[in-house]
């Protein structure tokens, strides 16, 4: 194997009836760019036969295939980072094994990175995916625009491309549950966002549930920020302040009109109501907490981030890998 100038990092979990499609378009795809190209495949310990089909896949490309196979399932993100713990090569492209991302869009990838960019982001043209899943995902997009300073057109796109000094930062952050594209923005220089194509899955479903996407995006958002701890102080603040003139307020009131005792300011609301509602915004307030002390104990516990069980490769013979 040359050394391979872009590395191709792709997630698969479960995805036996993607992967021959995949296989079919995404070599054809790359060869046709002319540049020397190394694709490295991560099982997240399916359960299913794609494992297989990854081996036999390296047996019939091993010049450019490379396979690691996790102990289990750690997650989209950690195989990511698994794969990019293994590149070879100085520009990095991620793509999904699902065919949502047509692979014929590397070359657009690679010329933005020509142009001197050392991170190349994606807007999906057109996105095929439930009218939910786009409304969900515009307003997860809205609130992290202003939460974080991380300025991402469209967060769920996995197809990017990064360059290797880059990726070897996000890798040597040690961070449990984290957002790759997220991360590689921080440490971007020169980022830009071009327009790429859409498909809907090749075959079969979505590996996130409603609660997983959900999830994410309570990692993404208290991973990187803690201005919600902070608009919640204030909120605190705010309530405080109001409870103590509406306070002044009827205590001025029942001295002025000492015969109406219940008629003051306080019994213009539902009392039951407001306790509910302050009630709810305790209990919130309480789980957001929880939030970032889940995210201390996990960092703090710093097991292993994933097991790999094997890999599937021929052994490097350029030496690309000692450089790190
Ligand atoms: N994936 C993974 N581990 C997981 C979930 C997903 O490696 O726990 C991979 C999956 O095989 C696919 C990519 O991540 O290559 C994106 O997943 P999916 O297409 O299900 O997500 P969606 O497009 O619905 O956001
Ligand atoms: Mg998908």
Known sequence: MSTPQ???????????????????????????????????????????????????QYEERPDVTRVVLFNGNFGQHMAIMAGFENVRGSRIITLDADLQNPPEEIGNLLAAMDAG?????????????????????RAMNWMRERITKIHMTDQGCMLRAYDRAIVDAITSSREINTFIPALAYNYAANPTEIMVAHEERAAGESKYSLYSLLRL?????????????????????????LSVLSYIVVIIERWVHADSLSA????????????FFL??????????????????????????RFLIQAILEKPDTSGARLER
């Open 6 to 56: 872009v590395s191709v990092v792709i997630p698969v979990y479960n995805e036996e009836q993607t992967l021959p499609l995949l296989f079919a378009r995404l070599y054809p795809a790359l060869d046709k760019l002319g540049v020397a190209y190394e694709i490295i495949f991560i099982n997240d310990g399916s359960r299913d036969r794609s494992a297989g089909l990854l081996r036999r």
């Open 279 to 304: 009630t709810g915004l305790v209990l919130f307030g309480l789980g957001l907490l929880g939030e970032y002390i889940g995210r201390i104990y996990q960092q703090v516990r710093s097991r292993p």
């Open 264 to 275: 003051g300011l306080l019994a213009l609301w539902d009392r039951d109501i407001l306790q």
């Open 217 to 241: 995006n309570f990692d993404l958002v208290t991973g990187f920020s803690i201005m919600p701890l902070q608009v919640f102080s204030l909120i605190g603040m705010t309530v405080a302040v």
């Open 117 to 137: 960019h050392d991170y190349v982001g994606s807007i999906r043209r057109q996105r095929q995916d439930s009218a939910f899943r786009r409304y969900a995902s």
